[in-house]
């Protein structure tokens, strides 16, 4: 079983910050792409950031910041300036081989919430 958590969403101001992480567990033998998407109320889920760092949604490009951490299995997405329409859930992706072959896994979700 492999399991995709995220952590660090919340309440913020307009202009405020909030970093995401995401950590991958459970039966792994390597990882490979990783990446973050979101999904407004009412909207289709869209991706914002990733696999490659230097990857992003033109709607994020120079407020938001995706790393990763390969020895702890984590990804993060670092997000400053946040405006109101960046409320959404945030989901991460990632492509994960337990010994035979990828397969791509979802986390469960991070709700984030920008007020004006």
């Known amino acids: 079983q492999v399991q995709l958590v995220e952590s660090g969403g919340g309440l913020v101001q307009a202009g405020g910050s909030l970093r995401l992480s995401c950590a991958a567990s459970?039966?792994?033998?390597?990882?490979?792409?990783m990446g973050w998407y979101r999904q407004a109320p009412g909207k289709q889920r869209e991706w914002v950031a990733g696999p490659v760092t230097t990857d992003y949604a033109d709607s994020v490009k120079g407020r938001f910041t995706i790393s990763r951490d390969n020895a702890k299995n984590t990804v993060y997405l670092q997000m400053n300036s946040l405006k109101p329409e960046d409320t959404a859930v945030y989901y991460c992706n990632a492509r994960i081989s337990s010994g035979s072959g990828y397969r791509t896994y979802w986390g469960q979700g991070t709700q984030v919430t920008v007020s004006s």
């Open positions: 459970g039966s792994i033998f390597s990882i490979g792409a």
